[in-house]
């Protein structure tokens, strides 16, 4: 969802302990927001647990539960990427909008003619990301080692950001043919009469294109509210309670003029459906139900090849519970090996019981990792690695192994400011202040390659915010939001390092199968030199990773079997001396007494496998 920043909804919200026993203690403290900055603040306090539900009928979370929910197998060996489509690449300037400037890299800058703050001017910029751009970026996703694909929202809009939807029906023209939308006549409220535009088939050969390249796509479901375009909402801005539409929308008063909720606030731009008890209207649920069935299964022939792979569902919790339940059902019924994943900002086990998500966007731990290296505004860093271990191993014990090595590891996203730039030295609060974003220093790279690592070496899917393998930085909503980086990988002064770091570990994570299957152990934790030492192990082989998140190198030691052999395939300080199949890597033998050590840069990790009989370095 569109970060709450761009928004401007003054409120007040008490923050308690939270519930959720996994995340950080904080004391009890009141915040008023009252300005768009400061409300990122709150979604992202929320975010850890913070703010308590309210729900009087919302399931209370259990303690160490274990449901399986029928996850998708694939799932688990998901290397995702989250494409922002508007500033990822522009492949048909045919389909620009009026006022589309040139892609650059610089563009925290005024153009001519802007006045304001600049975070104004870049919230709403158009740069011309397509469909066709994307298409043509399949290959270099491929060779970057990605095989699943997150969409933000592709359906008609009128913003940049597409999460103030038109029509769910149609793709956005301007990430296809421009008016193509305008050429279709005849669609009402049933789903017999609609039929597909031109920028619905290029959507549909995306799908097509990517499956054969053995990539899945993943879209944006926003169900919770639409934006003052959607056609129905139109009609009841025309007809007042006259609409047969009426009913659809969340209106708090009809005379003596329309007033409604929305998520941005009374009479915002973005009108929240009604809500009937545990559910939405009921005409509401027909339509997006049909929806999704239009996009899972296009030709309507009981195949679901042809459609999309999964949801990610945007503001999940803010739409009722029975909602999601029967939405699960349509969507398993036309394809059960579709992924349902829940934006959640909060505890996830409301919604984790089998009936409603397989998995949600995983920001605890996502702030765990972040904690660990050091980002600026994290408390508290200094959390003794004991702390860290125990509340990895809590998170992992969560939920059953299918969901937990299934759900959505991501550093950073839209919402957020980039990884690299929260691990960047910057003043308290400046990430949201309108001047341009820090460049990176060096102790922030070294940080930001040992949190990758731990993304991809911990239990769960890894998710690529596009343009962190380029390196890309920026602040919060809209500087985390730039135009990708093409240059840096289409006529670069020199090769993009990152983009290798990258590639290196998504072969590993594909060909190490403990790094996507295997069980999460602590093997060592000290809190002197804030050293850890994981395990990854599943019925055939186990890798260790050595984590030194100190600012000084030191002699990670930990013990095993004696004699047993161990190969060093990975180090985030020099990742360009290995490669997945062991070449190059130093060979490692532990002692009489079993111990091994091995040496570690300041804010760095290493990869060891075991040598096994009759195994080698791949799985």
Sequence with gaps: MQSLQTMLLPWTIKLTRPPYPLLPRRAVVTYRAVSRQRLLLTLLLSGLGFIRQTQADEPQPQANQSVSGGVPAW??????????????????????????????????QFQSGEEGTLRSQLLDRRYGGDLQGLQDKLDYLANLGVNAIYLNPVFQANTQHKYDTSDHRHIDDSFGFMDSRLKLSGE?????????????????????????????????????????????????????RD???????AVTAWEPKLQWDAWDGPNGRLVNFRQVAD?????????LFACVRRWMDPNGDGDPADGV??????AAERVPHGFWRRFRKVVKSVNPDALIAGEIWIDPAPWMDGTQFDVVTNYPVAFAILDLVGAKDAKPHAASMTAWGDRMLELNRRFSPSINRSMLNLLDSHDTARAITQLTHHKEGELNHNASSPAPDESAIDAFKLAVCLQFALPGAPMIYNGDELGMYGKNDPF???????????????????????????????????????????????????????????????????I???????????????????????????????????????RLRADKQGRVTVSCNPLSGVLLREVRNNSSSES
């Design 75 to 108: 799932a688990a060996d998901a290397i995702w990427y989250q494409v922002f489509v508007s500033r990822f690449a522009n492949g048909e300037p045919a389909n620009d909008p009026g006022g589309t400037l040139a892609w650059t890299r610089e563009w925290e």
């Design 188 to 240: 009402t409220q049933d789903p017999a009469t609609w039929k597909f535009s031109e920028s619905d088939r290029l959507f549909l050969d995306l799908l097509k294109n990517a499956h054969a390249r053995g990539i899945r796509v993943m879209i944006d479901g926003v169900f919770n509210h639409v934006g003052q375009s959607f056609w129905a909402w139109e009609d009841v801005k025309k007809n007042g």
């Design 243 to 249: 609409s047969r539409y009426a009913n659809w929308f």
């Design 279 to 287: 559910r939405l209207d009921p005409e509401v649920e027909q339509y």
């Design 309 to 314: 792979d999964g949801w990610r569902l945007d």
């Design 480 to 546: 985390c939001r730039a135009p990708m980086w093409w240059h840096d990988v289409e006529a670069p002064t020199q090769p993009n390092k990152w983009l290798a770091y990258y590639k290196q570990l998504a072969q590993l994570r594909e060909q190490l199968a403990e790094l996507r299957r295997g069980d999460l152990q602590v093997i060592r934790a000290d809190n002197q030199t804030r050293t850890i030492v994981i395990s990854r192990q599943d019925s055939s082989n186990r890798s260790l990773l050595l």
């Design 548 to 586: 030194n998140a100190d600012n000084v190198g030191h002699e990670v030691e930990f013990v095993t079997k004696r004699d047993s052999e161990w190969l060093e395939l990975f180090h985030t300080g020099r990742p360009e001396s290995y490669s997945v199949k062991g070449k190059g890597s130093m």
